[in-house]
T-cell receptor, first 113, second 115 residues
Framework: NAGVTQTPKFQVLKTGQSMTLQCAQD?????MSWYRQDPGMGLRLIHYSVGAGITDQGEVPNGYNVSRSTTEDFPLRLLSAAPSQTSVYFC????????????FGQGTRLTVV | AQTVTQSQPEMSVQEAETVTLSCTYDTSESNYYLFWYKQPPSRQMILVIRQEAYKQQNATENRFSVNFQKAAKSFSLKISDSQLGDTAMYFCAFMKRNQGGKLIFGQGTELSVKP
């Protein structure tokens, strides 16, 4: 019963580097989302998906790409890391049928130097 | 656009006492859900309680209860008999019905329970 699995848990990048944050869920949830958490700002939605092949932008999408080729996986790509992307990132999934709360991964603390 | 506001950045309470965390929101929707999430130092996001807007009865989960005032767009969380393990960041969140995956969060309230 893994739930939502995020990797890595910690990452340090240099400015300009690219990387992919991985997210996988085993609950057959339709919805998947990426949030970033910054002090004093709560969690803000980056991108979300309502099903395989369908993605849309959230509140703060610039500098990030996503794709959803399967129901289970929803990777987040940083194309050219900037210090402003230093944050804690959370992946979440939820069920359309049950229309209930989101289940979160354990987060990735990313530092861009 | 919907917004969620938590006006108390930090709060503290003595062990075994009661504390109330405030949350207000703004929306023109009539069908939606409200949540309180807890984030302990482990960073894990844990659902505390959920309220469906069409239900007038306030949700309760053991020591946690809400005061949902739909007309006032207020959704406060009451923690009774506070325990040291309740020390955490608490987030209020809003979700439109049938828009799972699009949670809107407040800024958070950091709660410290003191022995």
């Amino acid at each position: 019963n893994a739930g939502v699995t995020q990797t890595p848990k910690f990452q340090v990048l240099k400015t300009g580097q690219s990387m992919t944050l991985q997210c996988a869920q085993d609950m057959n949830h339709e919805y998947m989302s990426w949030y970033r958490q910054d002090p004093g700002m709560g969690l803000r939605l980056i991108h979300y998906s309502v099903g395989a092949g369908i993605t849309d932008q959230g509140e703060v999408p610039n500098g990030y790409n996503v794709s959803r080729s399967t129901t289970e996986d929803f990777p987040l790509r940083l194309l050219s890391a900037a210090p402003s992307q230093t944050s804690v990132y959370f992946c979440a999934s939820s069920s359309y049928v049950r229309n209930t709360e989101a289940f979160f991964g354990q987060g990735t603390r990313l530092t861009v130097v | 656009a919907q917004t969620v506001t938590q006006s108390q950045p930090e709060m503290s309470v003595q062990e075994a006492e009661t504390v109330t965390l405030s949350c207000t929101y703004d929306t023109s929707e009539s069908n939606y859900y409200l949540f309180w999430y807890k984030q302990p130092p482990s960073r894990q996001m844990i659902l505390v309680i959920r309220q469906e807007a069409y239900k007038q009865q306030n949700a309760t989960e053991n020591r946690f209860s809400v005061n949902f005032q739909k007309a006032a767009k207020s959704f406060s969380l009451k923690i009774s008999d506070s325990q040291l393990g309740d020390t955490a960041m608490y987030f209020c969140a809003f979700m439109k019905r049938n828009q799972g995956g699009k949670l809107i969060f407040g800024q958070g309230t950091e709660l410290s329970v003191k022995p």
